[in-house]
């Protein structure tokens, strides 16, 4: 019999081992990333361009490109695309960040050779159709001003400009006329520009038969496509910060104040960033966090708040977010502030660094498991030019972080003076 009063033995990973992808050069010069994990008959196919808001002449142009390769073809309507999608049970999802756009097809292997038909038309040969755009373009801007009427989208508009400033593609935040100025010209240039063989990847994963491997290189392999073969060149962007401490964004009509702090701070490659991601999570970033026991749990100014890492090409921001009743907005700052100075002034207490560090390496382990985490993980290397070791070196940081090291870091790199605050909602007296 198990007795239930004694708490389990906590086993601490040794080291985190990840299945490599198989790499191959296809005819046509694209990389392909192959995964053959699992004994499911379902595959993910990944295709990765570099063409992100980073590139972008427009706002919302590298988007809207993405998103309009669903909207018609020169063989499929945007309806026989998503009837021939469904019919053989496959799932489609784009996307687009900073530096590349992707678009990924989630298939069943007896039917790959269908739903791959379908995602080589869109990739090769979109059509960018009047109609289908007009009433995306109307969807969205529908939710755009939904979502205008909301403290936090508010609060995280607000802060994106104060800490990276408006010349930065992580501060020039889209305004409604931003809507106006796309058309299917202007996603037919960012779409010849970025969308060829030169400048794509390919990651497969899930199991993966030599079939499907056959039929990918001869519909994406074989030839060169795309009306461009120029690099793509890395561009760079300097945050420029507002001099202001504070920016409050008035909404008359609020209940609740959204409450926004934030700054620049440690790039991906800075030798402490790892380091520094752990006192994060102990700050705010997981249940137990100091500004969750603090700010939720014993003052109750809070259903939750958080703080977490968020990393672009060449700069990184520490954000904090939560919201609260306007009667409150001033001492949860202040509450904030006071757990700073705890961080920087009392070492932590090796059982609470102990829960940390379970918490991390748990998450870590639990996060690549799967066939398509696997490919989540090294499409995230690639796209963030992280080497391998990446993940290794994050659990062995993990694993060997001090109580010193948490007080040195929150002396260097937490610094208050820097920390922006935005703050969104009913404005009080």
């Known amino acids: 019999m198990i007795d239930r009063t004694l708490q389990p033995p906590v086993c601490e990973p040794d080291d985190f081992v990840m299945q490599r992808p198989e790499c191959h050069v296809l005819p046509n010069g694209i990389p392909l990333n192959i995964l053959n994990v699992g004994d499911s008959e379902v595959v993910r196919v990944d295709v990765l361009m570099k063409g992100g808001r980073w590139h972008q002449r427009l706002l919302l142009q590298a988007l809207f490109t993405n998103r309009m390769l669903r909207e018609g073809t020169l063989r499929y309507s945007s309806s026989e695309i998503a009837e021939r999608l469904d019919y053989y049970g496959a799932w489609l999802e784009l996307s687009c960040a900073a530096e590349y756009a992707f678009i990924t097809l989630y298939s069943l292997n007896k039917y790959l050779p269908q739903t791959l038909d379908v995602l080589e038309s869109m990739v090769k040969e979109p059509l960018f159709p009047e109609k289908e755009l007009r009433i995306v373009l109307d969807n969205n801007m529908q939710q755009f001003m939904v979502n205008s009427s909301k403290v936090d989208f508010l609060a995280h508009r607000g802060l994106a400009e104060a800490i990276f400033g408006k010349h930065h593609p992580c501060g020039r935040v889209v305004q409604e006329e931003d809507y106006g100025h796309i058309t299917r010209e202007v ?178 382990c639990r996060s690549y498991e799967s066939a398509f985490a696997l490919a989540d993980a090294w499409i995230f290397l690639q796209t963030s030019a992280l080497p391998p070791t990446f993940f290794d070196e994050t659990l062995r940081t993990i694993k060997a972080i001090t109580a010193e090291d ?21 404005k009080m007296g």
Do not use: W
Not at 205 to 230: H, M, N, Q, W
Not at 407 to 425: I, W
């Open 406 to 426: 948490i007080q040195r870091l929150a002396q260097e790199y937490l610094c208050k003076e820097n920390l922006k605050e935005v703050v969104s909602g009913k």
């Open 187 to 364: 996603l037919r240039e960012f779409y010849e520009d970025y969308y060829h063989s030169g400048n794509c990847t390919l990651y497969v994963s899930g199991r993966v038969t030599d079939e499907a491997l056959a039929y990918i290189e001869k519909l994406f392999g074989r030839e060169p496509f795309g009306a461009c073969r120029k690099p793509v060149l890395h561009r760079n962007f300097t945050p420029e910060s507002m001099p202001e401490k504070r920016a409050f964004i008035e909404r008359s009509d609020a209940l609740q104040s959204a409450v926004k702090m934030g700054m620049t701070t440690l790039e991906r490659n800075h030798p402490d960033y790892l380091k520094f991601r752990v006192l994060v999570t102990l700050f705010g970033g997981y249940f137990g966090s100091r500004l969750m026991s603090n700010i939720r749990e014993e003052k109750g100014y809070t259903y939750g708040i958080s703080a977490g890492l968020f990393s672009y090409p060449g700069v990184s921001s520490l954000v904090i977010s939560t919201e609260t009743a306007n009667e409150y907005v001033e001492p949860l700052i202040r509450e904030v502030y006071r757990e700073i100075d705890r961080l920087q002034n009392k070492p932590v207490r090796e059982e609470e660094l102990a829960m940390v560090r379970n918490y991390m390496s748990g998450d870590l």
